[in-house]
């Protein structure tokens, strides 16, 4: 690993907002709100071991480490959930008799309202397939598990990898462009911040101008 890899997790803080992101790894900037804490204990529930076992047909992981360090990509991180599920057709796993076939499945709060899935979770659980089928030597499929319609969604790796390819190449390119400049740039035109959890770290909110502290200051009167 070196300062040029990229944890899969940043991809999104990225995507939501470049600033966000260069807050986080120039500033090393955090703080939490609901959202982010709703999140997170998705997440926990999902990497505490009760979501893996083995049965006949498949053996189910969670919170796997997986990397692809060829130079075009050069990731890392975590998997939520990995199935390993019995096949023929399927590639030998280290230390597990028999063939598999790779699923990823990647847990998230909520789904949107049309039904689908979002394209910034799409291009996560992309990367996350880059560096599962490097590990794995295989074409791993991938899904998508929204917590509240409690369904699973299949990301259409098959037939868009090319499409998919080029836009994650591009955004690593762009997120190690940043952070060599070592500069937090300005927030977006119509970038959307309610939601962010930096909003008091990245645009902190100043004191009124008054007069009267300004004399007092000078007085050297300290105020309240």
């Given at each position: 690993?070196?300062?040029?890899?990229?944890?899969?997790?940043?991809?999104?803080?990225?995507?939501?907002?470049?600033?966000?992101?260069?807050?986080?790894?120039?500033?090393?900037?955090?703080?939490?709100?609901?959202?982010?804490?709703?999140?997170?204990?998705?997440?926990?529930?999902?990497?505490?071991?009760?979501?893996?076992?083995?049965?006949?047909?498949?053996?189910?992981?969670?919170?796997?480490?997986?990397?692809?360090?060829?130079?075009?990509?050069?990731?890392?991180?975590?998997?939520?959930?990995?199935?390993?599920?019995?096949?023929?057709?399927?590639?030998?796993?280290?230390?597990?008799?028999?063939?598999?076939?790779?699923?990823?499945?990647?847990?998230?709060?909520?789904?949107?309202?049309?039904?689908?899935?979002?394209?910034?979770?799409?291009?996560?659980?992309?990367?996350q397939k880059v560096c599962a089928d490097f590990v794995w030597h295989?074409?791993?499929?991938?899904?998508?598990?929204?917590?509240?319609?409690?369904?699973?969604?299949?990301?259409?790796?098959?037939?868009?990898?090319?499409?998919?390819?080029?836009?994650?190449?591009?955004?690593?390119?762009?997120?190690?462009?940043?952070?060599?400049?070592?500069?937090?740039?300005?927030?977006?035109?119509?970038?959307?911040?309610?939601?962010?959890?930096?909003?008091?770290?990245?645009?902190?909110?100043?004191?009124?101008?008054?007069?009267?502290?300004?004399?007092?200051?000078?007085?050297?009167?300290?105020?309240?």
């Amino acid at each position: 690993m070196n300062d040029r890899t990229i944890n899969i997790r940043n991809i999104q803080h990225f995507l939501y907002c470049p600033r966000r992101y260069a807050l986080l790894e120039l500033n090393s900037d955090w703080a939490e709100n609901a959202f982010v804490v709703k999140a997170d204990i998705l997440h926990q529930h999902v990497h505490d071991g009760s979501h893996s076992f083995s049965d006949s047909k498949k053996i189910v992981r969670s919170n796997i480490a997986i990397y692809n360090d060829l130079p075009q990509y050069d990731l890392y991180g975590m998997t939520d959930c990995v199935e390993f599920v019995r096949s023929s057709q399927g590639v030998s796993i280290p230390g597990c008799s028999g063939k598999y076939a790779v699923r990823l499945v990647e847990y998230k709060p909520k789904a949107p309202k049309d039904g689908g899935f979002r394209e910034t979770d799409a291009i996560q659980v992309f990367a996350q397939k880059v560096c599962a089928d490097f590990v794995w030597h295989c074409s791993s499929e991938a899904y998508l598990y929204y917590a509240d319609t409690k369904k699973r969604v299949r990301l259409p790796f098959d037939s868009e990898y090319a499409a998919y390819d080029s836009l994650l190449q591009r955004l690593l390119q762009d997120m190690r462009t940043l952070l060599e400049q070592k500069q937090i740039p300005p927030r977006k035109k119509g970038q959307k911040c309610s939601g962010c959890s930096l909003t008091d770290l990245c645009f902190p909110k100043e004191k009124p101008y008054c007069v009267r502290d300004l004399i007092l200051s000078q007085k050297g009167v300290e105020q309240e």
